[in-house]
């Protein structure tokens, strides 16, 4: 046997001494593991032992008096030294061993297995071994199993390794905690804690804030109480589906019912926290106020929504599948669990924030930089981490104030910005201001003072309200100054609109508004005719409420002492971007006499105007020379400057010298008259900015053209998603290519589009070459149809799984495949497959069984075995017509035999007793060891009692022959009860209490032979 590395081997005996187990007394802990693989095995010795420095010392030992043993002469140290499995069949003819004191001489090794067992760090401190006089083999099995015990006794070394971690670690769990408080209460954004039946268990104050409720009445809330209706099935069905495991965490923008009665518009973030053994424990909910968001965007014509990326959430339900393949560790380490659950709530809080979180030390030092900080100021969270705040975020002109304000709370304990809500300019990495809303706390850990701050940019919602507030002011202006009647009314069909020429119309003051105005508006509004009136339900205004898109509807206005005014109606109902009513509005002409052609042409202008500033473009007209003649909203907030400072300016002046230079081509081909179309790209404040342009020549039916319109597309967003959509794919087949499971997604024709690398290792299919085939192409007929019924439950909508055998692989493999359905707009699209190898589970669950229902010393049924057995042959008695006879058997004087032996001669006993019962009856005849030296025999197939006695004959002869144990002879002898019962109805508790009294007839007589039970 050759030494190891000096410094290894000094690390491992450092690492043994540490454990603290050498030369302490026995432990049940570990002489259970040994007793148990012995009887497993069959072997008269198992060890637990350690080697030290020059012996070998067992700290568990079964069948071996000796404490310990020479290191030179132990089989053990050969295993420890090359850290895997040893297996020696036979000493006696393997020269390590065949000139071994143990070989020569007691124990008489023939046979010996041992397998290292580990500490915490690696280094192997002994081994589990069984040893055996007589030369035997292992199964693949039989070495399974053993190195399944070396685990148990691995584990009972590293649960007090365990106990110190937690102890080392309870302390930052302290310093976390209260990090996480400060965070918790203080974050710009709503934090709760939802349980799982919806119930709201702790919230913050930003929560409360926006749904206008105090703490201590939101705990008398659910979740669902507070959302709107409307919302309520689609967040619960993505609820469930996080709960079920399909999905990690999921984000919606959905209404709350604040406490006043009116809708508070939020985004959603939930993620779902388990606790130590992988079971859902709660919700933890991030919620982003963003009513002002939602109202600019109706304000400027509901925007579209942003639309969810599927690849960034398929790969976070891997991501979640990763996650949980640590939850085995985490059900070993329960202590320091507690503490990873709590980092785990901070960091999910702080990474599912849509706002930037910072944290500084009292020197004004980053320690805290999450996300959505790199993405709004530029700086990734390695390059912000350990430098000054000022040196990053913080503009130089506010330095000064920054420092004194820092040293200034330090010193008195106030400061103006903490625990406030502020507006204030940041820097951006690339030197760009922008205006930040900023919440500031502070808070002591370890009597150090730290801060953490939530930042929200509000350059948009800043653009949108100035937006909002200038396009409001042009809409009053042109409500006011045009000749067209605007009326409109909210849901409820109260009048929010009466513009100057509606109320002239009608002959009310301007801005009149509410049910006296509708009193007035209906009172003078007739049919074409000028003198039948419209009922309620006619008006316009109340048919497009309704529903109804009302186009040029003829009605005459008719005032007392005033000639008849004949107008065109046209109007809808207005609908926010989730389809609920907002109200109606409704636009008269003034078509009366020579009016009718100018209120034509300003409407058509008013409508043009609509229509540039609400396409989802930046709209242009350009003249001959280059220069812009108009430009929509849209265009100018694109290059952020103002009409005055565009209008009338070259196109070249926007552009840089390339820029130009690389659109100058398509300017040229519109004003030769023809039609240009491309896409480019440019920088705009500082940013690059990706769009497709139309250019289309102005002709006025003329030869030449006269200029060219412009209209482009902001395609920044589509251009950096399906950058990200690349890179994420990549991540993708990278993860599940490495995955030790078949991931696969096939389409709605059952067509594989997606497969992993793991094909090839299984069944020798490279994934290129089932891209674009069947099921039934890539496995044939046979396989295919095996899985057609759930291939057809899958692309029906329903998730599915089962477990199949595949004979064919060597070994035989059993796999758990599983299916998710691809559900898009309602519908199947196709389906997410996952096949996992459970064939080492399903050995192992069978091999459970098997120690469940036998005794571990004798090999027989043990009880629970017994009671099943005798409730089935109890049925087959009855079917079959025949009686069923029953006997209970005990070993006389046992106690006096295992005095005498001791254990190990009473186990020798006992196994030879259990082989002659067997040996003495009919095979389809059941024998079982109940417990001790109780056993029964369950004698099926007989007429009646009579054809019982000549085997309970038969085996008190058998039993009377010596018993050889522990090196002698000895007499043994045994006391049987006997009952049975007709075919008829079988009482299988009478039956065994008869046999039980039987017994005991027997002992009372003189033991030694059968009693049968009496008759009642």
């Not at 124990?107 to 067992?117: C, E, H, K, M, S």
């Not at 589990?128 to 070394?157: H, M, W």
């Not at 204030?424 to 930040?436: Q, S």
């Not at 399903?842 to 027989?860: F, H, I, N």
Request: proline fraction near 3%; include cysteine; aromatic fraction near 8%.
């Amino acid at each position: 046997m050759s030494s190891p590395s000096p410094n290894v081997e000094r690390d491992r005996l450092e690492a043994l001494h540490a454990t603290g187990m050498l030369d302490t007394p026995p432990e049940e802990r570990f002489d259970r593991i040994t007793r148990l693989a012995a009887q497993f095995f069959d072997v008269p010795i198992c060890l637990v032992s350690l080697i030290d420095e020059d012996r070998q010392w067992f700290k568990s030992r079964y069948g071996l008096a000796e404490r310990q043993t020479a290191r030179s002469d132990a089989f053990c140290a050969h295993a420890v030294e090359k850290r895997e499995l040893i297996v020696v069949e036979d000493a006696q003819l393997d020269p390590r061993f065949v000139h071994n004191v143990l070989v020569t001489g007691a124990p008489l090794i023939r046979f010996y297995a041992g397998q290292p067992v580990f500490g915490v760090d690696g280094h192997a401190l002994g081994t589990l071994c069984i040893i055996d006089s007589k030369p035997r083999q292992l199964t693949v099995a039989q070495i399974a199993a053993l190195r399944d015990f070396a685990l148990l006794v691995q584990e009972e070394f590293t649960k007090a390794a365990v106990a110190e971690y937690a102890l080392l670690r309870s302390k930052a769990l302290l310093a976390s905690e209260a990090k996480f408080q400060a965070t918790f209460e203080q974050a710009a954004v709503g934090i709760a804690h939802v349980g799982l039946d919806g119930a709201l268990l702790h919230v913050n104050r930003k929560f409360g804030e926006i749904v206008g409720y105090p703490e201590g009445a939101l705990r008398q809330l659910t979740f669902q109480d507070l959302t709107h209706p409307d919302d309520l099935p689609i967040d619960m069905q993505l609820l469930n589906e996080t709960l079920a495991g399909a999905r990690q965490w999921y984000s919606i923008e959905k209404r709350y019912i604040h406490r006043q009665g009116h809708f508070v518009w939020i985004n959603l973030t939930v993620a779902l926290r388990r606790d130590e053994h992988g079971a859902p424990d709660y919700f933890i909910s991030v919620i982003e106020d963003i009513g002002q968001k939602k109202h600019s965007e109706l304000a400027l014509h509901r925007l579209n929504d942003e639309l969810e990326s599927r690849v960034a959430a398929r790969t976070a339900e891997l991501e979640t599948s990763l996650a949980e393949l640590g939850c085995e560790v985490a059900q070993r380490i329960s202590v320091a669990a507690s503490l990873r659950r709590s980092e785990e709530h901070n960091h999910t809080i702080l990474e599912a924030s849509h706002d930037a979180f910072i944290g500084i030390d009292s020197n004004g030092i980053v320690n805290n930089w999450n996300r959505a900080a790199e993405l709004m100021f530029g700086w990734s969270a390695d390059e912000a981490m350990g430098i000054d705040l000022a040196a990053t975020i913080i503009p130089p002109e506010y330095h000064q104030a920054h420092g004194a304000g820092l040293k200034r709370f330090l010193q008195t304990g106030q400061g103006d910005n903490v625990n406030q809500r502020l507006e204030l300019l940041a820097l951006t990495k690339r030197g760009v201001v922008i205006p930040v809303e900023m919440t500031i706390s502070a808070y002591k850990v370890n009597d150090q003072v730290f801060f953490s701050a939530f930042l929200h940019d509000i350059t948009e919602r800043r653009d949108a309200a100035a937006a909002l507030e200038q396009k409001q002011a042009l809409l009053d202006a042109v409500l006011d100054a045009v000749d067209v009647g605007v009326l409109a009314c909210d849901a409820q069909g109260e009048l929010t609109l009466f513009n100057r020429a509606a109320a002239q119309f009608h002959g009310l003051a301007p801005g009149a508004a509410g049910t006296t105005a509708w009193a007035a508006v209906a009172r003078n509004i007739y049919r074409a005719d000028g003198s039948t009136p419209l009922a309620r339900e006619e008006l316009p205004l109340y048919r497009a409420l309704a529903g109804e898109s009302v186009a040029n509807a003829e009605i005459t206005i008719v005032r007392e002492g005033e000639a008849a005014r004949f107008l065109f109606a046209s109007g809808q109902r207005l609908l926010s971007s989730s389809g609920q009513s907002m109200g109606a509005v409704v636009a008269v002409k003034d078509v009366t006499a020579l009016k009718n052609a100018e209120t034509l042409r300003a409407t058509n202008e008013s409508r043009l105007r609509g229509i540039t500033e609400n396409l989802p473009s930046l709209i242009g007209h350009i003249d001959k020379d280059e220069r812009f003649l108009f430009l929509n909203g849209h265009a100018l907030r694109f290059y952020g400057k103002t009409a005055d400072e565009l209008i009338g300016k070259e196109v070249r002046t926007l552009y840089g010298a390339a820029e130009y230079g690389a659109v100058k081509p398509y300017i040229d081909q519109a004003k030769a008259g023809a039609k240009a179309s491309f896409e480019s790209q440019m920088v705009v404040g500082g940013k690059v900015r990706h769009f497709s342009a139309v250019y289309i020549p102005e002709t006025g039916g003329q030869p030449g053209a006269r200029g060219f319109y412009a209209m482009a597309m902001d395609i920044t967003a589509r251009k950096n998603s399906e950058i990200t959509q690349a890179e994420s794919e990549e991540r993708l087949r990278t993860i599940t290519d490495n995955l030790p499971v078949l991931i696969a997604y096939i389409d709605s024709d059952e067509v594989y589009r997606f497969a992993n690398a793991t094909h090839a290792k299984w069944y020798g299919i490279a994934p290129q070459d089932m891209l674009g085939k069947s099921v039934m192409a890539v496995f044939g007929a046979e396989r295919y149809a095996a899985v057609k019924p759930y291939l057809t439950r899958l692309m029906a909508g329903e998730a599915t799984q089962y477990e199949a055998t595949d004979a064919s692989a060597a070994p035989v493999r059993t796999s758990l495949l599983a299916g998710i359905p691809h559900l898009k707009d309602g519908r199947v699209v196709g389906a997410y497959l996952m096949t996992t190898d459970i064939s080492a589970a399903k050995q192992y669950e069978a091999q459970l069984q098997l120690l469940a229902r036998s005794d571990p010393l004798t090999g027989l049924p043990n009880r629970r075995s017994y009671e099943e057995r005798l409730r089935e042959a109890a049925l087959r008695g009855v079917r079959s017509g025949r009686a069923l006879a029953l006997m209970f058997l005990d070993i006389d004087y046992f106690k006096q035999i295992n005095d005498t032996l001791g254990h190990a001669g009473g186990d020798e006993v006992l196994r030879e007793f259990a082989h002659r019962l067997r040996a003495a009856v009919r095979s389809t005849d059941t024998v079982c060891r109940l417990a001790g030296d109780e056993f029964t025999i369950i004698l099926e197939g007989v007429l009646e009692l009579s054809e019982a006695i000549p085997v309970a004959e038969k085996i008190l002869a058998a039993v009377r022959a010596p018993f050889y144990a522990e090196g002698s002879f000895r007499t043994v002898t045994a006391s049987i009860g006997l009952s049975c019962q007709g075919a008829d109805e079988i009482d299988t508790a009478a039956l065994a209490r008869d046999a039980d009294a039987a017994l005991y007839l027997a002992k009372a007589a003189g033991r030694n032979r059968y009693a049968i039970a009496p008759v009642a």
